[in-house]
């Protein structure tokens, strides 16, 4: 099993540009988060999805979509990149009943 | 909306010495409670988990944790630290229900001397 891939690994994007960010899972894993990280604030919730089609605002939700059209992916998308996006960001599944998520390995994602 | 705080930003212990990490939630209830382990440019790891029961939890690598509802404290604690064990540790919480997610620490910063 891949468990949670994300792509790309490494972005360097212009202010005002836009990019979806790439998450899938192979685990049936019914519920799928987006978190950002930045130094000395842990990790901040984006966005989140309880299942196919059922998307929800995390902490920190703006500039940022979402949308849920398989089990297996979760995309996020940046209408329009800001500086302030600068950012490692990672997502998370988890299945119904083991509430232990499991993390992809970061897109590290760079606005100038 | 619950919130949790680790008290240290960095710790420096000894190669072989015990750790103690910290962690304190805020809920009215007892939550799901969790630490993660993030080494350098890596993705988050489950170290261990606490849904309920007893209130001493063995997780992996050594690591175990003491959930204590009067302190509303979750500490992570290792009897000896190996030289791999540096890394950033993150203590995270999420309400017992269904559909809740994960509200995280700042993390501790974790460095072994020699």
């Known amino acids: 099993n891949a468990g949670v891939t994300q792509t790309p690994k490494f972005q360097v994007l212009k202010t005002g540009q836009s990019m979806t960010l790439q998450c899938a899972q192979d685990?049936?894993?019914?519920?799928m988060s987006w978190y950002r990280q930045d130094p000395g604030m842990g990790l901040r919730l984006i966005h989140y999805?309880?299942?196919?089609?059922?998307?929800d605002q995390g902490e920190v939700p703006n500039g940022y979509n979402v949308s849920r059209s398989t089990t297996e992916d979760f995309p996020l998308r940046l209408l329009s990149a800001a500086p302030s996006q600068t950012s490692v960001y990672f997502c998370?599944?988890?299945?119904?009943?083991?509430?232990?998520?499991?993390f992809g390995s970061g897109t590290r994602l760079t606005v100038v | 909306a619950q919130s949790v705080t680790q008290p240290d930003i960095h710790i420096t212990v000894s190669e072989g010495a015990s750790l103690e990490l910290r962690c304190n939630y805020s809920?009215?209830?007892?939550?799901?409670l969790f630490w993660y382990v993030q080494s350098p440019g890596q993705g988050l790891q489950l170290l261990l988990k606490?849904?309920?029961?007893?209130?001493l939890v063995q997780g992996i690598k050594g690591f175990e944790a003491e959930f204590k509802r009067s302190q509303s404290s979750f500490n992570l604690r290792k009897p000896s630290v190996h030289w791999s064990d540096a890394a950033e540790y993150f203590c995270?919480?999420?309400?017992?229900?269904?559909?809740?997610?994960?509200?995280f620490g700042k993390g501790t910063m974790l460095l072994v001397s020699p």
């Open positions: 998370a599944s988890r299945g119904q009943i083991n509430y232990g998520y499991t």
């Open positions: 685990m049936n894993h019914e519920y």
């Open positions: 999805s309880v299942g196919a089609g059922i998307t």
């Open positions: 809920y009215g209830a007892t939550p799901y």
């Open positions: 606490y849904f309920s029961g007893d209130t």
């Open positions: 995270a919480v999420a309400p017992p229900s269904r559909y809740s997610t994960l509200t």
